[in-house]
Nanobody, 122 residues
């Protein structure tokens, strides 16, 4: 089973940028759909962005125009470039993998990374 490791979180001021990385262990990375989720304290884990094998990309409305998801198949990696960060983006960010198509529902993803903290100060 694929294992995922995130990196790139940190503390940034409002309006700043961060780039999250998620590296998968499996050579069959190209068979998986990758998604980014986030979970703020006291809130449910929510979908942020996902990319299908066809290349189609989905974002939650609150990050459209600010966040960009991308993949490097050769490196077994998926990235989340986050620009114009806001305090409400503060959360633990997780990457996740599943077969089939992108889902907006966290329970549909069987494989998760350990998470990386993103904190945006006002």
């Amino acid at each position: 089973q694929v294992q995922l490791v995130e990196s790139g979180g940190g503390l940034v001021q409002t309006g700043g940028s961060l780039r999250l990385s998620c590296t998968a262990s499996a050579r069959t990375f190209s068979n998986y759909v990758m998604g980014w989720f986030r979970q703020a304290p006291g809130k449910e884990r929510e979908f942020v962005a996902g990319v299908n094998r066809s290349g189609s990309i989905h974002y939650t409305d609150s990050v459209k125009g600010r966040f960009t998801i991308s993949e490097d198949i050769e490196k077994n990696a998926v990235y989340l470039q986050m620009n114009s960060l806001k305090p409400e983006d503060t959360a633990v960010y997780y990457c996740a993998a599943k077969g089939g198509l992108v889902s907006f529902r966290a329970p549909d993803y069987p494989t998760w990374g350990q998470g990386t903290q993103v904190t945006v100060s006002s």
